[in-house]
Nanobody, 123 residues
Framework: VQLQAFGGGLVQAGGSLRLSCAASGRTFSSYAMGWFRQAPGKEREFVAAISRSGGSIGYADSVKGRFTISRDNAKNTVYLQMNSLKPEDTAVYYC?????????????????WGQGTQVTVSS
């Protein structure tokens, strides 16, 4: 599966952005999906994950209550709604896919990665 993320940009602290990740192919619903981010000088970290049906969702503690992951299997798209953004949310955000939820929610690594989209939050 090929993944393309978009929707990043520059926003002031307290603002909102919605990231989208479009997947190619007709088997999108066969993949659990996740969002990760990587800030300059830091390792890539988990942000959020959603199961194939959307029935199971998980978040990193740092974004819980501010970010919402969702998916539309009819549109082959996963979303990340980001509210109350903070400067420490600044990073390149990546979407990822794996047939197994453990590939996007841990402890395994995702099978597929999309290209990143830059999110910059100014103070």
């Amino acid at each position: 599966v090929q993944l393309q993320a978009f929707g990043g940009g520059l926003v002031q602290a307290g603002g909102s952005l919605r990231l989208s990740c479009a997947a190619s192919g007709r088997t999108f619903s066969s993949y659990a999906m996740g969002w990760f981010r990587q800030a300059p000088g830091k390792e890539r970290e988990f942000v959020a994950a959603i199961s194939r049906s959307g029935g199971s969702i998980g978040y990193a503690d740092s974004v819980k209550g501010r970010f919402t992951i969702s998916r539309d299997n009819a549109k082959n798209t996963v979303y990340l709604q980001m509210n109350s953004l903070k400067p420490e949310d600044t990073a390149v955000y990546y979407c990822a896919a794996d047939p197994d939820i453990r590939g996007v929610a841990g402890p395994n690594k995702p099978l597929y990665w999309g290209q990143g989209t830059q999110v910059t939050v100014s103070s």
